[in-house]
């Protein structure tokens, strides 16, 4: 049985999570707690480089969410998730790319900032803008679909979502991007992501252990 590594409240993991769920895959959670477990010799010995999420199926170890998803398309194509023809497929790794070299560094900053780490208000101001940048690029890479590859749900979706439904956690609003808003409320109403989400008081239990750990290092 495929065993999935994760964190719940981790954008990595939780998009290969969604991606089992919506290929109606079994599979074993095994939660771990980034306050050690990732240091532990069992763990090391799956990913030396001690992330989240990783990917066991029949002893095959697969880390890294995005090769992992390639992974699960490539062996359990049903339901396809990569577009065949070029431009959905070519819109499709946009999409996936913007997100994690684009949004993903700007969210983390501002989530730095959220748990009390101090940051220039230049470097700020940069990771609104550069948020501001990759949520317009987004919206009209969408356009008139109703996901990244067409008609039907993608890794896109799933990797661009996971980042972007939350972002309202970091004062983010997608008010002026009315196409990325209707397309979260179409994502966040899926089965797979309503099983996924993570409360509010879970959030707000994982945010104050991060500032007790960043106190106590300083």
């Known amino acids: 049985m495929l065993k999935l590594y994760h964190v719940p409240i981790s954008f ?38 001690h992330h989240i999420p990783v ?44 997100t994690i070299n684009e949004l993903a560094p700007a969210t983390n900053l501002l989530f730095m900032q959220m748990l009390g780490v101090k940051s220039d208000e230049s470097k700020l101001e940069e990771a609104r803008a550069r948020l501001a940048t990759g949520l317009s690029f987004l919206e009209n890479l969408l356009g008139n ?8 749900l993608s890794l896109a979706d799933i990797v661009a979502g996971t980042t972007v439904s939350v972002l309202h956690y970091f004062n983010v609003s997608l008010d002026e991007y009315p196409i990325l808003s209707a397309w979260c409320e179409r994502l966040v109403q899926r089965p797979a992501w309503l099983e996924t989400t993570t409360s509010t008081r879970d959030v707000a239990a994982f945010i104050s252990r991060r500032k007790a750990q960043i106190a106590q290092s300083k």
């Open 145 to 152: 679909s109703s996901y990244y590859g067409g008609e039907q």
């Open 12 to 49: 990595n993991s939780r998009r290969v999570w969604i991606a089992l769920l919506e290929k109606k895959l079994q599979f074993e959670l095994v939660e771990l707690k980034l306050d050690g477990d990732q240091f532990q010799p069992d763990f090391v010995a799956l990913n030396p480089f």
């Open 55 to 98: 990917l066991v199926d029949d002893g095959f170890r697969v880390i890294e969410s995005l090769a992992i998803l390639d992974y699960l398309e490539a062996k359990y194509p049903t339901p396809a998730m990569l577009p065949t023809e070029a431009q959905n497929l070519a819109t499709v790794r946009m999409a996936q790319m913007v």
